[in-house]
C-alpha cells in the first residue's frame, strides 16, 4: 500500500516494462507461455477496447481546443465573429458527447471481456488441477492454490479491464497536445514540458537498490504478519489450554513492529523524493510555469497574447503519462504477480497420460522395485517387491513412517514411483488410461471428501448413473442408511449447508461410495477409517472376502491381521517380512 | 466511514486521523483559492501588459509554496498516522483474539482471520493514507475555485454551483447501485472459493469417478456465475460513472456557451471570460476521479467491517473477584450447549471425584468433545454450570483454571519450532531435565532418534514432519511437563498404528497416576478401565456407571463393548 502514493511516479520506468508486456500481449505474445496462448483469442477484443478509448479521449481535447479558440476570437481586435465562436463551441460540445459515448462504449466492452477472459483462465486451471498428481495437491496447497483460481484471476482485472486503455490514453493525449501546442509555440511548448522533465528526472531515486531493498523488506514483513496470525489462530487451542499466549503473541508483536517499522522507513524514504514529484506535477505548479515563461515570452519573445491560453488548457494534460504510469502501478505490479502464480499452476507438469492406453488382463497387482520420495530428499520407499492375488487380503502393518500411507496410495494412482512399477492385470498403471484404472481401483483413506451436494450424488460419485437402489443397497451396507433417513431430506439433503455429518458418518458415506463402485481391487486405510465402534463395524463387514476382490489393507485391528492372506511387515520403506515377492508367486 | 474506522482503532486515534484531514483540507482549499490569483494575470498578460503580471504572479508563487509545504506536511501525517494505525490496529486484534473464546475459531475462521490480518487491515488503514488525500482534493479544490468563479462572475459562478448538486445525487446513486452489486458478487465470489477449495481436494475421488475429465458441474456453475456477477456489478457502475461524467461535461458546456453569449453580448471581458474557463477545466478532472475513489473507499469498507465484526466478537467474560478453588473435584449440573440451533449438549449431570478417572464414550457427535471442552472452557455453556472444586469455572480466572488443566487434543497442533520448544511450551520455565524427563515418559525419545537433528529438529508448521501417533507423544510430554492437577484426554488413540498407540497409552498411564481425569474415546479397553464411564447420546447422559454395571445393565454401552471388544479378544 505505501508504494501507492508516495511512489506514485516513481513508478515509471517499472510500468514502463510492464506496459512493453501488456503490449506484447495485445499485439503478438510470444507463443511458449500457457497464459499468452489462453489469451490471444481476446487479443483482437482488446486492441478495439484500446483504440475506443484512446479516441474518446482525444475527442475530449476538442473542449479545451474550443475554449482556446473562442479565446482567440474574442481576443482578436474589433468585434468578435459571432459565427466563428459559436462554430468553436458546438466542436467542443460535440468532442465531449463523442468522448461520453466512446469511453463508455470501450469500458462496458473492457469489463465484458474481462470476464470472458478470466473465465477462461478459471477454467483452464480447474482443468490444470484435475490433472495434477495427487501429491501435488496437499492439504496445505489447496488454500494456496484455490486462491490463484479465485483471487489470482482476480487480480488480473486491471491489466484487462483498465490499464491498456490508460495507458494507451495517457501517451495519445499529451502527444496530439503536444503535436497542437507545438503549431501555436514552439519555446513555451518547451517551458510547458519543464516540471514533467523534473518529475522524471527524480526518478531514478526512487528506484536505487537500496530502495528496492527497503521494499523487498515491506513485502517479506508483511508476509510474516500473516504467518504469524495464522499460527496464532490455528494453535489457538494450544495456546489457550497450555497457556502458551504469551509466546505466540510476542510472535506476533514482533511480526508486527518489524512491519510497521520497515512501513515506515519505506516512507521515510520515499516521501520526499515522491512528495516532490507529485509538488511538480500539481496543477498549480504547471500553471505557474506556463504564465512566468508565457510573461517572459510576451515581454521579451514577441508572442501573441492570444496563443497564451492553449497552454493554460493543455499544459496540464501532458503530465498524464507520468501520473497515469504511477497510479496503475500498483495494480500492475499485482496484475503481473497474479500471471506469474497462475503461469506457475498452469505450468505444473500434469500426471502423465499414456499415448496409447493398454488394457488390463485380470486383476492382478504387481509391485516391482518401487521406490518413491515426496521429493524432499528422503526416500519414503525403498525398493518395494509385492504381489497381490485376485481374491486375497494383503494387511500391511508396520511401525510410523514406514511408508504403508504412502504405497497403498500408489494402486489408485495418485502419484506414481520414481523408480520401479507398479501393474495391474499385467500393465504399468502408467500406461492404463484414467477411466480404466478407476473402474478397477477404489479406496477409503482417513480423508473423506464429501461434495455440497446431495448425500446420493456423494454416495454415487464414481458411478454416476447408478440408480437410487443401488445407491440405497451401498448406504445399507455401509451401515448409513438409517442416518440419511433422519436427515431432513433424506438421500437427496444436501451436505454442508448446515447439515453435519460426524466423523464416523463420513466414514462410512467414503465407504459406502467405494462399496457401489465395487472395483476388483479395494485399498483401505483401517487404522484411520474408524471413528467409532459402528463404522468399525461396516468397515469390518465390507472388508469380507468376496469372488475375486483384491484388498490391500493397512492394518490395525489384529483380527484382520489373522484373516489376511498375506501380512506384509513395512518398516523403513522396505518389505521387512510376509511379502510374496513376485518370483515366489510364480 | 470515518466513524466506522474510529470504532475499529479505538477513540485514541481519532486526534491524529482529525489533523490528517484538516491538513488536507487546508491544501486544498489553498489551491483552489490561490487560483483567484491567476485573474489579474491573466488579465496583465492578455491585453498586452506582462509587466503589471509579475506582482500578480509572484503572490501566486508565494501562495504555491504554503501549498506545497501543507501538501507535504498532510502527505507526511497521512503516512505516520497509517503506521500509528497499523500498529495500533494490530495490538487490538491481537489482543482481542487471545480474549476470545477456543470455540469461536472454528470452522474456517482460521484463515478468515490470517487474510484479514495479512491484506483486510492493510486495506483499510490504506484509507487514511491513500484515499483520504484524492478524496478530499477531489472535493475541496472544485468547491473552492467555484467560489472564486462566483467572485469574479456571478452568472457563470451559478452554472458551475449548478453541477454541484447534480454530482453529488449522481455520486451517492453510483455507489447505492455498486455497492449492492458489490456485496452479490462477493457471495459469488466465496461461492467460487468454497467450490474450487472442494475441487481441489475431492480430486481422489473425483477422478476415481473419471470426473476430473469433464468439466466439474459443480464448480463450472460457479465460476459462471461469477462471471455474470462481475459483469453486473461493473454494468451497475456504469450508469454511475456515466451519469457523473454528463453532469460534469453539461455543467462545463453550459459555462461555455453562457460565457460565449456574455461575452459576445459584451458583457465580460474576454481575459476574464478565459480565466474562468481555465478554472472550470480544473475543477472538471479532480471531480471525474471521485468515481473511482469511491469504488476504493468501498473496499476498504467491507475490509473495515469485517474488522470491526471480529473487534465486536464477544470475548470470554473474566470474573471481577475471582475465587481459587481448593480441591479438584469435577461436576457438570444442567450443562445445557447450544451452537447455532443445534442443542449438542442437553441437561448433562455428572460428577467426578478429586483424583477419580470418568470415561465419556457414546457415538461420533453425541457431545462428547463439546463436554470435555466446557470444563477448559472453550466455550461457556448456555445453561447449567461446569464446576470445578466445586466452583462455577466462570467464576475462576482463565489463568488459574489454564493452569490447573492439561488437555491432550485428537488433533495436536506444533509450532513451527523444535521438539524440545513445542514440548515446553507445557510449562516455560522448565529446566531441560524436566523437559528431558517429560519426553522420556512420553517416550518421545524414541521418536526424537530417528530425526536427523534430534531435539533441535524443526518440526515444520502444524508438525508436519511428524506422523499422528508422533505428534501426539510431543502432546502427552506437554502434559506430563505441565503437571497440571486436572487432564482432559480427547480422542487420544483414536487413530494410532500400534506401535505408537503402545507408547501413547504407556504415556496415558503416566499422565493419569493420582490426577483428576476426563477422557473421551471409543476405545473400549480404554474406557473400561475409568472409575466411572458415561455413556452420551444426542446430548444427554443415556448411562452411568461402572464397566461391570454398565454391561450388567445391557444396555447402549454393552452393545457398543460387544459391537468392539469382542473381535479384539480374538487376537
Known amino acids: ?586 | 466511514m470515518i466513524r466506522l474506522l474510529l470504532r475499529v482503532l479505538g477513540a485514541e486515534y481519532s486526534r491524529p486521523v482529525r489533523r490528517t484531514i484538516a491538513l488536507m483540507t487546508a491544501a486544498a482549499l489553498l489551491e483552489g483559492l490561490s487560483y483567484a490569483l491567476l485573474v489579474p494575470v491573466l488579465r496583465a498578460l492578455l491585453s498586452g501588459a506582462p509587466a503589471d503580471a509579475v506582482p500578480w504572479l509572484a503572490a501566486f508563487a508565494g501562495a504555491v509554496a504554503v501549498f506545497a509545504s501543507l501538501r507535504y506536511a498532510a502527505d507526511l501525517s497521512g503516512f505516520l498516522t497509517g503506521g500509528a494505525l497499523l500498529r495500533g490496529m494490530y495490538h487490538r486484534l491481537g489482543d482481542h483474539l487471545t480474549r476470545l473464546p477456543v470455540g469461536w475459531f472454528g470452522g474456517g475462521r482460521a484463515g478468515e482471520v490470517s487474510v484479514l490480518a495479512g491484506t483486510g487491515v492493510l486495506q483499510a488503514m490504506g484509507v487514511i493514507a491513500h484515499q483520504l488525500a484524492p478524496l478530499v482534493t477531489a472535493t475541496v479544490t472544485p468547491l473552492a475555485t467555484i467560489a472564486v468563479v462566483l467572485a469574479f462572475d456571478w452568472r457563470l459562478g451559478l452554472a458551475a454551483l449548478a453541477a454541484v448538486p447534480a454530482v453529488a445525487a449522481a455520486q451517492y446513486l453510483s455507489g447505492r447501485a455498486s455497492a449492492a452489486a458489490d456485496a452479490a458478487r462477493a457471495d459469488t465470489e466465496r461461492e467460487a472459493a468454497d467450490r474450487t477449495i472442494e475441487y481441489i481436494r475431492a480430486q481422489p475421488v473425483l477422478r476415481a469417478g473419471g470426473r476430473s475429465r469433464e468439466r466439474f458441474g459443480l464448480l463450472d456453475d460457479a465460476l459462471q456465475g461469477l462471471q455474470r456477477a462481475s459483469r453486473r456489478s461493473a454494468l451497475a457502475a456504469l450508469p454511475g460513472v456515466l451519469g457523473l461524467a454528463f453532469t460534469v461535461q453539461a455543467a462545463f458546456t453550459a459555462m461555455l456557451v453562457l460565457g460565449a453569449h456574455l461575452a459576445l453580448g459584451g458583457t465580460i471581458d474576454a481575459a476574464e471570460l478565459l480565466c474562468i474557463l481555465v478554472l472550470a477545466t480544473r475543477c472538471t478532472d479532480p471531480v471525474l476521479s471521485l468515481a473511482h475513489a469511491g469504488g476504493a473507499l468501498r473496499a476498504a469498507r467491507g475490509e473495515l467491517e469485517r474488522l470491526d465484526a471480529v473487534l465486536r466478537a464477544a470475548p470470554l467474560p473474566e470474573p471481577s473477584d475471582p475465587v481459587r478453588p481448593d480441591r479438584h473435584d469435577l461436576a457438570f449440573e444442567g450443562v445445557t450447549f447450544r451452537r447455532g440451533d443445534r442443542t449438542v449438549l442437553d441437561g448433562v449431570d455428572l460428577s467426578v471425584p478429586d483424583g477419580g478417572r470418568l470415561a465419556i464414550v457414546g457415538p461420533s457427535g453425541a457431545g462428547k468433545s463439546t463436554l470435555l471442552q466446557s470444563l477448559a472452557r472453550f466455550h461457556d455453556v448456555d445453561a447449567g454450570s461446569v464446576r470445578v472444586g466445586g466452583v462455577d469455572v466462570r467464576s475462576i480466572g482463565t489463568d488459574d483454571l489454564m493452569a490447573r488443566i492439561a488437555v491432550v487434543f485428537q488433533d495436536v497442533y506444533l509450532f513451527d519450532d523444535t521438539i524440545e520448544e513445542n514440548v515446553r511450551l507445557g510449562r516455560p520455565d522448565a529446566d531441560g531435565d524436566a523437559v528431558l524427563e517429560a519426553a522420556r515418559a512420553a517416550r518421545l525419545d524414541e521418536v526424537v532418534a530417528r530425526l536427523p537433528d534430534g531435539w533441535a529438529t524443526n518440526v515444520g508448521e502444524g508438525g508436519a514432519l511428524l506422523s499422528g501417533g508422533e505428534r501426539q507423544r510431543v502432546s502427552i510430554a506437554r502434559a506430563l511437563l505441565k503437571d497440571a492437577p486436572i487432564v482432559l484426554l480427547d480422542e487420544v488413540t483414536s487413530a494410532l498404528d500400534p506401535g505408537n498407540e503402545a507408547a501413547v497409552h504407556a504415556g496415558i498411564e503416566r499422565l493419569s497416576a493420582g490426577r483428576t481425569v476426563v477422557l473421551v474415546t471409543h476405545r473400549m479397553p480404554t474406557a473400561m478401565h475409568a472409575d466411572r464411564i458415561a455413556f452420551l447420546d444426542g446430548g444427554r447422559v443415556v448411562e452411568a456407571g461402572t464397566h461391570d454395571e454398565l454391561l450388567r445393565l445391557g444396555g447402549r454401552y454393552a452393545g457398543f463393548w460387544r459391537a468392539a471388544a469382542v473381535p479384539a479378544e480374538h487376537g
Not at chain 1, 490499464?163 to 513555451?188: H, I, K, M, N, Q
Not at chain 1, 516512507?267 to 508565457?294: D, E, H, K, N, W
Not at chain 1, 445407491?471 to 453435519?500: C, E, K, Q, S, W
Open chain 1, 1 to 586: 500500500m505505501a508504494t501507492d502514493t508516495a511512489a506514485d511516479p516513481a513508478a515509471a520506468p517499472a510500468a514502463a516494462s510492464a506496459a512493453d508486456s501488456a503490449a506484447d500481449r495485445a499485439s503478438g505474445p510470444p507463443a511458449d507461455t500457457g497464459t499468452s496462448r489462453l489469451l490471444r483469442p481476446y487479443a483482437g477484443g482488446l486492441a478495439g477496447v484500446v483504440v475506443l478509448h484512446v479516441l474518446g479521449a482525444v475527442a475530449g481535447l476538442a473542449p479545451l481546443i474550443a475554449v482556446a479558440e473562442t479565446g482567440r476570437e474574442l481576443l482578436a481586435p474589433g468585434p468578435p465573429d459571432a459565427d466563428r465562436v459559436w462554430a468553436a463551441v458546438a466542436f467542443g460540445a460535440v468532442g465531449l458527447l463523442v468522448r461520453l459515448v466512446l469511453t463508455s462504449a470501450a469500458s462496458g466492452a473492457a469489463h465484458v471481456l474481462d470476464g470472458r477472459v478470466q473465465l477462461t483462465l478459471r477454467r483452464a486451471l480447474a482443468a490444470r488441477l484435475g490433472r495434477a498428481p495427487v501429491a501435488a495437491l496437499s492439504r496445505r496447497r489447496t488454500g494456496e492454490l484455490a486462491k490463484v483460481v479465485g483471487d489470482g484471476v482476480s487480480a488480473v482485472h486491471p491489466f484487462i479491464a483498465h490499464t491498456p486503455g490508460e495507458l494507451a490514453t495517457s501517451f495519445a493525449v499529451p502527444l496530439v497536445s503536444l503535436v497542437y501546442l507545438f503549431t501555436v509555440d514552439w519555446r513555451l511548448t518547451l517551458v510547458t514540458l519543464a516540471p514533467v522533465a523534473l518529475a522524471v528526472a527524480l526518478v531514478p531515486l526512487l528506484t536505487t537498490p537500496a530502495r528496492r531493498r527497503v521494499e523487498e523488506e515491506f513485502e517479506t514483513a508483511m508476509g510474516r504478519i500473516s504467518d504469524a496470525v495464522l499460527e496464532f489462530v490455528r494453535g489457538i487451542a494450544v495456546v489457550k489450554a497450555f497457556g502458551g499466549a504469551g509466546r505466540s503473541h510476542r510472535a506476533f508483536r514482533t511480526a508486527v513492529e518489524r512491519f510497521v517499522a520497515s512501513f515506515l522507513r519505506m516512507v521515510r524514504g520515499l516521501a520526499p523524493v515522491g512528495a516532490a514529484m507529485q509538488l511538480a506535477l500539481s496543477p498549480p505548479v504547471v500553471l505557474g510555469t506556463v504564465l512566468a515563461g508565457g510573461a517572459f515570452l510576451i515581454a521579451r519573445g514577441g508572442m501573441e497574447p492570444a496563443d497564451l491560453p492553449p497552454f493554460l488548457l493543455l499544459g496540464l494534460g501532458l503530465t498524464a503519462p507520468v501520473a497515469a504510469l504511477g497510479h496503475g502501478f500498483d495494480d500492475m505490479l499485482a496484475a503481473r504477480r497474479a500471471i506469474g502464480r497462475i503461469r506457475e499452476v498452469l505450468a505444473e507438469p500434469p500426471l502423465p497420460e499414456p499415448a496409447r492406453p493398454r488394457t488390463p488382463r485380470g486383476h492382478r497387482v504387481e509391485l516391482r522395485g518401487v521406490r518413491f520420495g515426496y521429493g524432499d530428499g528422503r526416500e519414503v520407499l525403498r525398493g518395494v517387491d509385492l504381489v497381490l492375488e485376485p481374491g486375497t487380503v494383503t494387511a500391511v502393518v508396520g511401525p510410523s513412517g514406514g511408508g504403508k500411507s504412502t504405497l497403498v496410495r500408489l494402486l489408485p494412482r495418485f502419484f506414481d514411483p520414481t523408480a520401479g512399477s507398479v501393474r495391474l492385470g499385467g500393465v504399468d498403471l502408467r500406461d492404463i488410461a484414467a477411466p480404466d484404472l478407476s473402474a478397477a481401483v477404489s479406496f477409503v483413506f482417513q480423508e473423506v471428501f464429501l461434495l455440497r451436494a446431495p448425500v446420493a450424488d456423494n454416495i454415487a460419485l464414481a458411478v454416476p448413473d447408478a440408480d437410487r437402489d443401488d445407491v440405497v443397497r451401498a448406504a445399507r451396507r455401509a451401515r448409513i442408511h438409517d442416518r440419511i433417513l433422519r436427515l431432513p431430506d433424506g438421500y437427496d439433503t444436501v451436505l454442508g449447508d448446515g447439515i453435519r455429518l460426524s466423523a464416523g458418518e463420513e466414514q462410512r458415506i467414503a465407504l459406502a461410495r467405494a462399496l457401489l463402485a465395487d472395483t476388483p481391487v479395494l485399498v483401505l486405510d483401517e487404522a484411520t477409517a474408524f471413528a467409532d465402534p459402528e463404522t468399525e463395524r461396516a468397515v469390518r463387514r465390507a472388508l469380507a472376502p468376496r469372488g475375486d476382490r483384491t484388498l490391500l489393507v493397512i492394518a490395525h485391528r489384529p483380527e484382520t491381521v489373522a484373516d489376511a492372506d498375506t501380512v506384509v511387515v513395512l518398516e523403513d520403506g522396505t518389505v521387512v517380512s510376509g511379502a510374496h515377492t513376485p518370483e515366489e508367486s510364480r
